[in-house]
């Protein structure tokens, strides 16, 4: 479906539901709105294929700008809004962006931008500053009526950039009718049971591919999404009761701070409307996601998959408790494989590269020899995790490849000294680097997020360094802790690790410890 079917059945129903405010925006407003940007975006000369990018915090804008833009046949990047001047400048001009669409609420940032790339037809929602057109004032001056060439266009994002410069994946875009399903579509209907009286709360930045993916899932089966400016855990809980949640995407790091709320604050909100949850992004603990099931029930299902698509694994809360720690099994047509180095098939519970062979084609744009790098003599391709399989075929993550720590000619991987740091009470953020070391080469760095930052010192740093050491052997146990008020944290829950890691070895641009 698409939301132009919405705004004839159901014209008054919401599309979608700010969370802060309650303001909601039906589809007969969304569709009309978004009618009159493709008209803009048309009347730049902007055809089908051709690009833009978008620049905003969580806003009643954004999903005006992203159906004019998918309807108008363009691709559209979602930039991140915590991104500097220059970082957003790289990702303008490798993209191609013809016209770039932000928010007053970015101020200095984008003002910089509008100076850096003079030539960019810039607009601005939420009032114009320097270099930039009211969107807004602007889009009303077009009808309301569909632009007479329609066609699907779709997202080419970036990746995070956690571990370099960010990346834009590319995926084909077909000209066809907009009613032609996406590939969330069937796995929305079919895995998660998401239909038009579906209530979805979307508690993350929409310039993230899974929540911008799964919203807009949602709105073209004529669903409401409920979008939260601002993740907060009891507010999360608060609106599931106000509005009758029944879906939502969260990742670990949500619900690690919602179980950290007092037990009175999480007993008291009605969370009976909720059939289906699931989580992705990070691999969760096993301590947490059992205390999310045991909290919420086997509703709560996991996948793993990058904003490349070349395939997923799906696990539902049965299997879990059966195979603790999986992310689950491979979807068809792709196939999981676990590799070494030389790109070769492992057998089962050895640990390697994780590879998705026969999946969908994806394209890093203008970086030929990062795709090189991620694709094997067999052509499968790899996303960078490490990870092993079991019998059955159940997948395993360990971390990225590109974290692992060398101490002594041992490897060892991060996540796990990660997952159980997050365990304990004293500790609301994780994140183990490896540092130089004279004699190892390296040591295991724990940088800890206090639940109260007052508490950091000697004493804790004791009471971490033992709770480590009665849990994991000695040699992945840290050799230095050390504390941070806030860990640089992507609002999807990837750690921007490279930061971090960076402080240790001296590199200029880092900004963490």
């Keep these: 479906m698409h939301p132009f079917v919405w705004a004839e059945k159901t014209p008054d129903k919401p599309a979608y539901i700010m969370a802060s405010t309650g303001k909601a925006t039906t589809y007969r407003e969304l569709n009309e709105r978004s009618n009159q940007g493709a008209q803009l975006f048309r009347s730049l000369g902007l055809k089908f294929g051709d690009a833009v990018s978008i620049m905003m915090e969580n806003n009643d804008i954004y999903y005006e700008v992203l159906w004019a833009a998918q309807r108008a046949g363009l691709r559209y990047t979602a930039i991140s809004s915590r991104l500097t001047a220059g970082e957003v400048e790289y990702i303008l001009q490798d993209s191609g962006a013809q016209a770039f669409i932000t928010s007053n609420a970015m101020g ?7 100076r850096l790339m003079p030539g960019l037809r810039c607009y601005m929602t939420g009032g114009a500053l320097e270099g930039y057109q009211s969107f807004e004032d602007v889009r009303a001056t077009f009808p309301a009526a569909p632009i007479a060439d329609e066609a699907p266009g779709g997202a080419m994002l970036y990746s995070s950039g956690t571990t370099g410069r960010p990346k834009g994946v590319m995926k084909p875009l077909v000209r066809t009718g907009l009613l032609e399903p996406g590939p969330l579509a069937a796995r929305g209907q079919l895995l998660y049971g998401m239909d038009q009286d579906t209530i979805y709360l979307s508690p993350a930045p929409l310039y993230h591919a899974a929540p911008l993916g799964w919203s807009m899932n949602v709105q073209a089966m004529g669903g409401t999404v409920i979008l939260m400016e601002k993740y907060d855990a009891e507010h999360a809980l608060q609106l599931i009761e106000r509005y009758s949640i029944t879906h939502g995407q969260f990742v670990p790091t949500h619900f690690v701070r919602m179980l950290k709320l007092p037990e009175a604050v999480r007993d008291k909100y009605d969370l009976a409307s909720l059939t289906t949850i699931f989580h992705a992004a990070a691999p969760c603990p096993v301590p947490v996601k059992e205390q999310m099931i045991d909290w919420w029930g086997p509703i ?94 159940y997948l395993y993550l360990t971390d990225r490849k590109s974290f692992m720590i060398i101490s002594g000619g041992v490897n060892i991987y991060p996540q796990e000294l990660e997952n159980l740091l997050i365990t304990h009470p004293k500790v609301a953020d994780a994140a183990v680097v490896g540092a130089p070391d004279e004699e190892m080469g390296e040591k295991v760095v724990a940088v800890i997020q206090p639940m109260d930052f007052n508490s950091a010192g000697d004493d804790l740093r004791a009471e971490l360094m033992a709770f480590c050491r009665a849990h994991l052997s000695g ?29 240790y070895w001296g590199k200029s641009d880092s900004k963490i410890v």
């Design 108 to 114: 200095e940032v984008a003002t910089a931008v509008a």
């Design 475 to 503: 040699v992945k146990a840290p050799r230095q802790i050390d504390f941070s008020e806030e860990l640089p944290r992507h609002p999807t829950g990837k750690l921007y690790k490279r930061l971090i890691r960076d402080a």
């Design 300 to 393: 709560i299902h996991e996948y793993y998959a990058g904003t490349e698509g070349n395939g997923i694994t799906v696990i539902t809360s049965e299997e879990w408790l059966t195979h603790k720690g999986s992310v689950g099994r491979c979807t068809p047509p792709a196939e999981t494989k676990i590799c070494d180095d030389d790109g070769e098939p492992l057998p089962p519970r050895t640990e390697g590269l994780v590879y998705f062979a026969g999946g969908a084609e994806f394209v890093y744009h203008n970086a030929p020899e990062k795709i090189a790098e991620a694709t094997n003599k067999y052509g499968w391709t790899t996303l960078g995790d490490v990870g092993w399989l079991d019998e059955e075929g």
